[in-house]
């Protein structure tokens, strides 16, 4: 569980760090990974040769998970989807956080507990317990004050609110991934996988939106490569290795409740250095949403 929360508190500052980059939004999310990638690779290759059982003398027969596999095996069904379910979220998360606030896109974003109960519910074939419906009409309360002051302030506050909705929806699928290859393979050889396909498959898209709508590509200074390699490796080599690490040992329900402090992170990091402070209607409508997100993981249990 510690691990679950430092690693929330490390994607905490990812959107922050977003708003700092000089490059596009897609362009961004692509040197997070890129610049992650060979480093994750690097740590899995160390972990996979500590673990040979060659080198060592006594080993429990009880099977363990995945370190070292065949090129077949290394590119699963559910390792692919981790990072295809990844990209997609990364991408339109950071456009919702540069046309919405920080807090707005960061709350938004962690509705994935929602989605992901409701999978669950649906999977299983149970009815919804009353504790769910409870939990879904504050959560959808609670966004709704989140965002009414944005019905106001024009067409691309509002883009940016729908774009932190439709990251949940991606990072739904990118948690049920995980949590299902990490029954199998070790948290770096997942970690490098997935952010590898992830970073191939932002790379065209961030070069098609730099040629076609002129955002940048390439940080354009020294101080724009330090921002994008933080993003690398504190959200995504430690904070997502951290929360890949818990998935694998916690559920799904406790690890997506256990998020709820990067939003709290985002939105006091994004006050002390953007000066993005929310009106009390909205502070309350961030609680509300949270708790609803809270009660939506404690139904399934």
């Not at 981790?82 to 509705?111: E, M, P, Y």
Request: include cysteine; charged fraction near 10%.
């Amino acid at each position: 569980m510690y691990a679950l929360l430092l690693g929330g508190l490390c994607i905490g500052f990812a959107p922050v760090l977003v708003r700092l980059a000089d490059t596009g939004p897609v362009a961004s999310a692509f040197w997070r990974l890129a610049l992650a990638a060979p480093l994750l690779w690097l740590l899995s290759w160390r972990a996979s040769r500590g673990s040979n059982p060659t080198s060592t003398t006594s080993r429990s027969a009880a099977p363990q998970r995945v370190s070292t596999l065949s090129a077949s095996a290394a590119w699963s069904p559910a390792l692919l989807l981790a990072g295809v379910f990844f990209a997609a979220d990364l991408g339109t998360w950071h456009f919702s956080i540069r046309d919405t606030t920080v807090a707005n896109a960061t709350l938004l974003a962690n509705c994935a507990p929602l989605l992901i109960t409701l999978h669950a519910l649906l999977v299983h074939r149970r009815s919804p317990p009353r504790l769910y419906f409870l939990a879904l009409a504050l959560a959808l309360g609670g966004a709704f004050v989140l965002v009414s002051p944005n019905f106001s302030a024009g067409s691309q506050q509002l883009r940016g609110d729908a774009l932190g909705l439709l990251a949940a929806v991606f990072y739904s699928g990118y948690m049920l991934a995980v949590k299902s290859a990490s029954a199998r393979y070790a948290t770096l050889r997942l970690m490098a996988v997935s952010t590898s396909v992830s970073a191939l498959l932002l790379c065209p898209v961030a070069l098609w939106l730099s040629h076609h709508s002129g955002q940048p590509f390439w940080p354009g200074s020294s101080h724009g490569w330090w921002i994008v390699a933080a993003l690398a490796i504190l959200t995504q080599v430690i904070g997502q290795g951290l929360i890949a690490s818990a998935l694998g040992r916690l559920s799904v329900a406790l690890s997506a409740t256990g998020l709820l402090i990067q939003p709290a992170v985002s939105a006091v990091a994004a006050w002390l250095l953007f000066g993005e402070s929310l009106r009390a209607v909205q502070i309350a409508g961030g609680l509300v949403l949270m708790v609803g997100i809270w009660l939506a993981r404690r139904s399934q249990t």
